[in-house]
């Protein structure tokens, strides 16, 4: 029973973990929010759904299909939610854009595939045991995920160019730094990074087009708790989170596991400097 | 000056009719409309007409939170479910004996109220997204506690909803009854709207220092706007539940949470009408958009994205024909120094405003370090130095903004100690800032009256209900705001909207904004950047004639010539120490100003 | 070391060419028909009070901000170019307040500074900067953070050098440094002259740029009140009066 709990925890934190990377990946290349992080989630489990199950498929196909879904998601939000309202003298349209945005795949996820949950395929053929794949697919997804990004950041010029329009978006346009291409390949990381979440996460949460909601939610508090932009703050965070949920879901059950999880949620966010909306990062007046 | 193309409008507010409401042609439309529509048509429409009314309950409330005061609260559908499921509930009897469902209502109210304020109270510490977020918590966790709790609210079977006393207990008859609740609540709102509560809500959106430096206590205004609007959602939730006639936790989603939030952006912020032609808009969509309902939430979807990325003041700005008149194009600024005397009427003299030793360090960088100052009432203070020398951040010190790690701050010999951003406002501090803050949606005359805030004496009540006080609050300040501007030569302007304003315009209304405090300090932060000679030689008339009327004034400045011209006395800052004072003279003529000014 | 202009300076074209620049932020106009020229192979300083709009020339002229007027490069028009473009056409800026990418090390810094190079040149092109530099050469695998506010000035002049351009703007290198650093950065810059590359230099410090330009211009109140070669005589007083006097009436 606990061996279950843990590996539940894990496994659905691991998939928060990355759908808080995907918050953070667009934060980076933008320092703005998107609602579209939960979205993709969703996305990723759908289409895995309907290209294997649905068109038949082989699990690579499905796969490498899915994610290249998500990345032209990723670059659909820049593009048309993100791009337009950077310039604009006022501050928080993104919020309004990237909601349109991510409602608007939704609904149209809830009409096209329908509102009820649908089944995941099992993507290796392997019998059903306690370490089952539904848990390990998600871990793997995020170790894979975590350092993927720690060779693209740290090895790769364009991971270095990455990192440094996150640092100080000025000074690397100043150096000619092409900032938009690399803000919508940002975008389109992203997008794969939560499409895998939600691939991976499928067997687990079905594809659902509700799962958008709850993912949107429950990825952004591994950012909140872990540190804006923060990936390895969103891991821990999300681990934590998932386990917690579980281990509440359990001992006291669904509700009051709800609210245990918000309300912690709440209390960390309000003590934590991160999220205080007075932090002066620069001068304001 | 052509006055029809730049008119003020009527400086009336009356009892039934507060300037937010913009034109009366389409309200008086709707009224017609909505008082005879069981007359052309049936019940079908009287129904999706009554969901109307009971949405625009809500959406009246969150419009003051969402368009005004511009809070991110996205999860709203918690107030409706707590309102729905308290009515509900002490109506039908299911915890004690049934109660009568008016009562049932106002106990749903006081809930919404309770509840808006827990809701609310995290949207003074966390930045916008993730205030966002939290509030989708909230309409998760409410709902999720519904279902739960099944002894008292049913869990997933759900209860029965209200049922209110006959005549309004058939379905035109409840329709006559949300109609009522509906236009109350236009009303209250367009009060407050209208009111120096309204002004102080967008200022606090779209400059929140400025407003905190016109005194403006952000927390407590904030709490009580949250308080109303989860009043008027918990009632708008009792009188959905008696619509539905039974309500189960499904009824309460996200998506309509996030609807009514998108009603308020679609009719555009800082409006009455656009918003409830929103949340009309909302209420027949999916009656168009059969056979899924989830084409209409696609569609208003798509209507959000369009109008932020097109027509981001959404309907309103659409129907907004005044401020599409051209303006003149070869205004000049005329200031009239001589109506000063009329609005700075001293009571008492104020003693002298001064800065002891005071220190303050940036991370690792001392911006002040060991500086004293002092401004005399009557004079102008000039304070010059390089890029980086601390000027700007000696003034955040003055007006409050900062506070000094060493030394202190001084009036008339007592320290300062009020950590409150908007404690300096009540001492009679006034400032102005390097780049203009305003409400580039407001009118020029609002934008200046918002500096007379705290001079009102009616309470938020008094303005939501239109009683005396309210109108006794607006009269005085529309009147010195008026003279404020005439004083510096925009009274012409009054009635345009800021953001159609030239950069120099808005440096002068900054400044007849501050003069609304009838201030005993003004703090200048290079008021004459970006604008033309003349324009300096106008302001440095004003400022010197402001001076003359008592205020002490500190003029922060990178324009030599402006200093030197009407400055008493010049203070000197290079790397956070003073460099030299003195006279103008002394200071022209000070070998290492000169060297520090151009450099070497 | 090579030269950076493929042709000798010619004394008949201008290599920069700015002609009745006008820029400013939002509503607020800061440049009002700015006209200014280099040659190539000189060095030009940009004096002027604080406010007068020498930071905004540069970013127009880099394509940081729209402007509007005639911007001319070697020859090619610069109208609608941003920062990649002028770059790549051998126009290098570097920007006020030595912002280097605190985060990476001192050669990672380089590289991105040669990120539209052939991957091949790229490491050729990080040594013949760090040339220039030995202090931070022998730091070149440290953090950018781990460097003096000096260091991290030599370091922002170093990514200019690393594109060889034409033509080297730099925004008051000497800001925040102390005098045998800033003593370094110029010798810096003599080198560049004799390799034929063009600087624009803008500087607060009026001795030390005037014993090192070959020409000023003295910017105040959005347009260029004086140029002069710096051969001549009397310049300081000259210098302070421009800044001083009265501005003539300003075009709205």
Redesign the interface.
Known sequence: MVLSIVLSGLAIGCIYALIGIAYNVMYSASRVFSFTAGTLGMAGGILGSLFILKMGLPSWSGFILALAGGAMLGVVTEIVAVRPVLKSLDQHLYVLSTLALALIVQQFAAIEWGTDAQPFPRIFNLERNNFDQQFWLPMLACVVTIVGLEVLYRRTLIGHAFLAIAEDNYAARALGLPERNLRMTSYALAGVIGALAGFAGGQMMLAFFDNATQLTFYGFVPVALGGMGNNRGAVVAGIVLGLFQQAANFLVGGVFASVAVFAAFILVLLARPEGLANVALGRRV | MDMSTTGVRPARTSLLRSPALGSTLPWVLLTVIAVTLPLFAGGYWGVIATRACVYWVLVAGLNLLVGFA?Q?A?GWVALLTVGAYVTSVLAAGNVMPALDPYLALAIAGVAGAIFGVIVGL?A???????Y???T???A??VR??V???ASVTGGGVGVPGPIFHPPFDSPWGFYYLCLIFAAVCTWMTANIAGSRFGRALTALRDAE?AAEASGIAKSKLLMVVFLFSGATAAIAGGLFASLQSYITPDAFT??LS?LFF?GV?IGGRGSIIGPLLGTILLTVLPEFAAP?V??S??LY??L??VI??AI?GGIAELIDFKNRRPLQSNRAIVPRPDLLKRLLTQDTEPGRLTLEQVALSFGGVRAIDGLDLTIIPGQVHGLIG??GSGK??TL?VISG?YTPQGGVAKLDGVVLTELAHHARAHMRIART??TPRIVGEASVLENVMIGGTIDGRGTFVESLLSLPRHHKDEKMLRESAMLALSAVGLEQLAGVRADRL??SE?RFIEIARALMLRPAFLLLD?PA??L???EIRRLGALVVAISQAGTGVLLVE????LIFDICHHVTVLNLGKMLAAGTPAEIRSHREV?NA???? | MPTSAANPPSAAEPLLRVTGLSTGYGKVGVLRGVDLTINAGEVVALLGPNGAGKTTLLRAISGLLPWQGSVSFAGRDLSGAGPRETVKAGLAHVIEGHRVFTQQSVVDNLLLAAYDLPRGERSARVEEALGYFPEIAEKRHQRAVALSGGQQQMLAVAQGLVQRPRLLMLDEPSAGLSPVLVDRVFDVVRKLRETGTAVLLVEQLIEKALALADRVYALARGSIVLEAATSEADLPHRLEHAYFASAPAAAE
Do not use: K
């Open positions: 511009g991110l996205i995290p003074l510490r966390l930045r916008t997204f993730y966002a977020i939290t989708l918590g909230f998760t966790i999720q506690i279902l739960a709790w220092v996200t998506e996030v998108i952006l899924l989830a084409w939430t696609f979807a798509v959000l994205l932020v990325l981001p390089p890029n700007t951040t955040n903004y800032f390097q030239q950069h808005l290079e950047a970006g033309s000679a003349e990178h324009h030599a010539d000169v000014y151009l450099g070497g």
